[in-house]
Nanobody, 116 residues
Framework: QVQLVESGGGLVQPGGSLRLSCAAS????????MNWYRQAPGKERELVAF????????NYGDSVKGRFTISRDNAKNTVYLQMNSLKPEDTAVYYC?????????WGQGTQVTVSS
């Protein structure tokens, strides 16, 4: 079965950096676009970034452009989110996601808290 397991979240000061990882299993990872979403308390889940199957194309939400970088290692079945210049408004639970057929698959999420 499809499994997505996020890691790397934590507490960081404003201006700091974190790298999130998402380990995938149960499907042909190299064939699918991978997405990072986030959900802050009281807000809707929003798309942060996505990367196509080969990594040739990426896209970012306006709020993270220039600060976050999505990447993938198809040999390790892992997608990453490098987050730099973190702001308090980046505080959220971050989720890894892929769509296979019409079905969305989600990880359990990892909490990122940006606070001094």
């Amino acid at each position: 079965q499809v499994q997505l397991v996020e890691s790397g979240g934590g507490l960081v000061q404003p201006g700091g950096s974190l790298r999130l990882s998402c380990a995938a299993s149960g499907f042909t990872f190299s064939s699918y676009t991978m997405n990072w979403y986030r959900q802050a308390p009281g807000k809707e889940r929003e798309l942060v970034a996505f990367i196509t199957s080969t990594g040739s194309s990426t896209n970012y939400g306006d709020s993270v452009k220039g600060r976050f970088t999505i990447s993938r290692d198809n040999a390790k079945n892992t997608v990453y989110l490098q987050m730099n210049s973190l702001k308090p408004e980046d505080t959220a639970v971050y989720y890894c996601n892929t769509v296979i057929g019409r079905r969305h698959y989600w990880g359990q999420g990892t909490q990122v808290t940006v606070s001094s």
